[in-house]
Nanobody, 115 residues
Framework: QVQLVESGGGLVQPGGSLRLSCAAS????????MGWYRQAPGKQRGLVAG???????NYADSVKGRFTISRDNAKNTVYLQMNSLKPEDTAVYYC?????????WGQGTQVTVSS
């Protein structure tokens, strides 16, 4: 079983930046894809950004050019650098990691963009 620990959420003003981190631990032999999803009140959870084991990335259209996903394989950690944040980015952000034994989700971290 894989455990995920997220950090880095919080309250930020419009135009500000935050960096989310998600560290995976447990019986991990191979991590395939890693990603970040978000869910705003009254909306479905959707993909924000993903990164494969080959470091191929994909982004939701709404965050392209503002968010950057990266991963540190030595630390089994995925990051999401969020710049130029907007009020519509407000949501609970969830980390997702697909390994050889599990498809794991983090507990979620709140990101609030407000003045």
């Amino acid at each position: 079983q894989v455990q995920l620990v997220e950090s880095g959420g919080g309250l930020v003003q419009p135009g500000g930046s935050l960096r989310l981190s998600c560290a995976a631990s447990g019986s991990i032999f191979t991590i395939y894809a890693m990603g970040w999803y978000r869910q705003a009140p009254g909306k479905q959870r959707g993909l924000v950004a993903g990164i494969t084991s080959g470091r191929r990335t994909n982004y939701a259209d709404s965050v392209k050019g503002r968010f950057t996903i990266s991963r540190d394989n030595a630390k089994n950690t995925v990051y999401l650098q969020m710049n130029s944040l907007k009020p519509e980015d407000t949501a609970v952000y969830y980390c997702n990691v697909v390994t050889n034994i599990d498809n794991a989700w983090g507990q979620g971290t709140q990101v609030t963009v407000s003045s």
